[in-house]
């Protein structure tokens, strides 16, 4: 009950002090996400796309842990065991299923699944993340057919969004876009970063720099996870083609385990 109200409390709080958080791969075993919390609450939030704690060498790293049932069913989260973890992690939040947009999965499908599985829980709820794709049934499109099929009985406080792009600009124009679509809902983006710029982990940082203080002046923009708190080597080893995608500028730890340059700009 304590470590309950504990995380109730931390992400209440995210709010009014930081919004920052933590997309923690599964893979990250042998790193602290606590090196990232420096106590001040600018970094409040801890996620790893899965109902399971995060692999670490220290916990949550005094961070409020956001269950997230990514897959519509799998082993690593099974969706028969949503409800017991969440009631034994005694998570404030839920992230539902990754980019469906991309998956094949239609919008009325993920709507009565939602109704199933996500309404039950009395936490706070944010619709499936989508992509930033602005492809026909996609994005924004393939979100909206959702909350039509919903037919208002999707219970959710948050539109959660991964974008990757080429500037800060085009970043700015989709989540102002989404908020504008979704006013009723304040914004979660899950995952974001430049898509592999050619300038490397300083390009990352002049494009962070922007879209943090950007992000903290939004009073409808909730929380957000820049892509992602692990190092290169590990995202290189057990990332599939995001190294690729992304590349390793974003990382926010060294492969030492310490804090990155882009890491440093979290607290």
Not at 75 to 98: C, E, H, K, M, Y
């Amino acid at each position: 009950m304590k470590t309950s109200l504990l995380l109730t409390a931390v992400l209440a709080a995210s709010v009014q002090a930081g919004k920052r958080g933590l997309a923690w791969p599964w893979y990250n075993g042998s790193l602290d996400p606590g090196k990232l919390n420096n106590g001040q609450g600018q970094v409040v939030a801890i996620y790893d796309w899965e109902t399971y704690a995060p692999p670490s060498t220290n916990g949550n790293g005094g961070l409020g842990f956001i269950g997230m049932q990514g897959c519509y069913d799998c082993d690593s989260s099974p969706l028969s065991q949503l409800q017991a973890r969440q009631q034994q992690q005694g998570w404030a939040t839920v992230f539902s299923i990754n980019e469906p947009d991309l998956n094949g999965y239609t919008p009325t499908d993920i709507a009565n699944w939602y109704k199933t599985h996500i309404n039950p829980l009395a936490i706070k709820k944010a619709l499936p993340a989508i992509t930033s794709s602005t492809s026909a049934g996609q994005g924004l499109d393939w979100l909206q057919q959702m909350v039509n099929a919903c037919a208002g009985g999707c219970y959710a406080d948050y539109v959660n969004l991964h974008w990757y792009g080429n500037s800060f600009a085009e970043f700015q124009a989709h989540v102002t876009n989404a908020h504008n679509q979704f006013p009723q809902y304040t914004i979660v983006i899950s995952e974001f970063a430049l898509q592999n710029p050619s300038g490397g982990q300083a390009a990352q940082i002049a494009f962070f720099q922007q879209a943090f203080a950007w992000l903290d002046s939004q009073s409808w923009v909730t929380l957000y996870f820049p892509f992602v708190a692990t190092s290169p080597t590990l995202l290189a080893q057990n990332g599939g083609d995001a190294i690729n995608f992304v590349g390793s500028g974003s990382c926010l730890y060294n492969n030492d385990g310490s804090v990155s340059a882009v890491g440093n700009l979290m607290y």
